[in-house]
DNA sequence: TCTCGCTATGATAACGTTATCATGACTGGC
DNA sequence: GCCAGTCATGATAACGTTATCATAGCGAGA
């Protein structure tokens, strides 16, 4: 009797000890087929089947591998999330959005962070691609050919978040950064205030709205005072202090600032405290993102409203719908610009 | 010629417009399984051969099917994380900490919520095992038994953080929050403070720091001036203001007041401002987690530091350590207490 | 010259699941 | 009592990759 050639992986007990379907079948006394169907779509089975599977499953802790399933079905269940970066609430705000939005739906998300990186961005998607997610969410607009490029090929729903363009991936959900610039200076202007200043940090976003800022400044006839870039990246409390700091020793002293992020406003309003500097009546102060903060702050905070958990939110609804087969011809959501008054400007 | 019978699923050309495999080696004129070792192990592949294969990648812009992969290997190269809430920032700086740690190794991270329920916690954990993950990180201690035992039937290290324990599932990297409310009693009482009072929120975390700031007011003599919970999770700012009001009337007025969390402490700071308590002389205030703010704040925040980053990197590091086959002596790394004196206590 | 070992490549089976088609039992209408 | 239709279950192949073993070719040492 001849061994024979053995070819091929060899038969041996699995190494792993998570029970599979066919384990779940035998204890119940049934197809591998049938657990299967019994687990997606209970009603197809009959009752007492399902009631042996059932304890079977339970019996053994079986737990499906989605591995398997999506390789065969084309189907991961998986939502691929790209963030700047993690380390910024005002993003994980939308990071938190698109869970309670996927969650519902059974879906999960796969995160990463490209540290504004374009290279670790391509890299990134690259990367996410690889598990066929069933849709990807987006924080930023792509600007890179190859990404947009790879993105449209992979033939899942794509939203692009917290920007906005005339020609989306896929969709866009978000707001004009420029257009949130020029509505700041607009209502700084209205309030009667002639030298301003800019604050920001140094990403496409803020740069964006620097530019609807000066424009608007340009179209009334007014020069930016100044504008000031920080190169911190999330911003901090501490250095819109600093820079606040430097904005008060101008000559002449700006009689409004509008920082491109609440963080650094709210530094802003301290130092300014500090300094004895009245707020709104010698400087007025806006910020950007309406976070939590600048509701309690004395002076309140005046700032842009940005719905960032909405967005995210609503970006998880528009996969979900696309994913369910809508083919929707919305592509473009604009959530607007909402300026929030209050006393700091 | 009998057509037969036709069974099993039927061969027509694949819906998916991936590349596969299959497709780069006939591009590439090699065999599927040389592609595979090109990938993975490029110095096992003649130069020239590897140059074919490469072309051929580009080329069709070929993405490795991971899922395939993870079923073939046993390893999915996921880690899974288990969050309380992604709308708190503290959590997602562990995260964040998770991200760079484990991105180092070409892991991704899965990433779910629990809304602090014990009966979403176990659901998510089941989701999240159904990926096979390699690794798995969880803020905060698992109390569930059935949660503890899944996991720890799974075979794969886990890494629980945000808090201490004895007994961990596998592994803990944290500190202790009864200590943390213990260092900042003492702290109080040493200052020479006496009518202490506690705020915080109803979760298990700040209920331990309670407890050991009871505790050691206990030990002094002193009786707990009052204690105050808020059921927002997470807490904000003007929370902390209302909090802060409300103990402001309390006859005798408190001495020193210890919020469970900073974002309490600074609406606490904000208030006392307000209605013209000066704080450190009347009241003193304190924090715990050693936000950014707490920095920038006048007067600057006493806190309880917490590594919160840190904890996330940490936790990536074993996991990797252990998934490179290391096999850890030390399952207990506490983080320890250390208090941030500043101005306001 | 022969053998040993190494290099480069390939053939095959297996991972755990789902899509598709098949089939036997049963039901209802006539 | 017959037939079409439904219900419940099953058999098989396929998803795209990697683990394992096999093998041809070649150079070195005996």
Redo the contacts between chains.
């Keep these: 009797m001849t061994k024979g050639k053995r070819r091929g992986r060899p038969i041996r007990p699995r190494?792993?000890?998570?029970p599979n379907l066919e384990d779940v079948a035998r204890r119940a006394g049934t197809s591998i087929i049938t657990v299967s169907r019994a687990l997606r779509q209970p009603d197809k089975v009959r009752p007492e089947t399902r009631a042996r599977i059932t304890a079977a499953v339970e019996a053994l802790?079986y737990?499906?591998?989605?591995?398997?399933s999506?390789?065969v079905s084309?189907r991961?269940g998986?939502i691929a999330v790209v963030v700047p970066?993690?380390?910024n609430?005002i993003f994980?705000?939308t990071?938190?959005g698109l869970?309670d939005g996927v969650?519902a739906a059974?879906r999960?998300?796969?995160?990463?962070?490209t540290g504004y990186s374009e290279a670790a961005e391509h890299a990134l998607i690259?990367?996410?691609?690889?598990?066929?997610p069933d849709g990807i969410a987006i924080v930023g607009i792509v600007r890179n050919l190859r990404s947009r490029t790879?993105l449209s090929?992979?033939?899942v729903p794509v939203v692009e978040t917290w920007d906005m363009t005339d020609d989306p991936i896929d969709h866009v959900v978000g707001f004009s950064n420029e257009a949130a610039g020029r509505a700041m200076a607009r209502y700084l202007i209205d309030r009667g205030r002639r030298r301003l200043v800019f604050v920001g940090g140094n990403d496409l976003r803020s740069r964006a709205r620097e530019a609807g800022y000066r424009a608007v400044l340009q179209e009334a006839g007014l020069a930016t005072a100044a504008a000031f870039f920080t190169d911190q990246s999330p911003s901090?409390?501490?250095e819109?202090?600093r820079l606040m700091h430097r904005i008060s020793t101008l000559e002449p002293r700006p009689d409004a600032v509008f920082f491109s992020t609440d963080v650094l406003a709210?530094?802003g309003i301290?130092e300014c405290?500090?300094l004895g500097i009245d707020v709104p009546r010698e400087i007025a102060i806006a910020g950007l993102g309406d976070l939590?903060?600048g509701?309690?702050?004395?002076p309140a905070l005046t700032t842009v409203q940005i719905p960032s958990?909405q967005m995210g939110r609503r970006a998880a609804e528009i996969l979900s719908q696309r994913l369910a087969g809508a083919d929707l011809a919305e592509k473009i959501v604009d959530f607007g610009v909402n300026i929030v008054a209050r006393d700091s400007a």
């Design positions: 190494p792993d000890n998570a802790g737990i499906p591998n989605l591995a398997a999506s390789l084309r991961s998986i970066t993690l380390g609430s994980t705000d990071l938190h869970s969650t059974g999960q998300l796969l995160v990463g962070d690259t990367a996410l691609a690889g598990r066929r790879l090929g992979l033939g901090s409390f501490g819109g202090r709210v530094g301290i405290r500090q939590e903060i509701r309690a702050l004395v958990y």
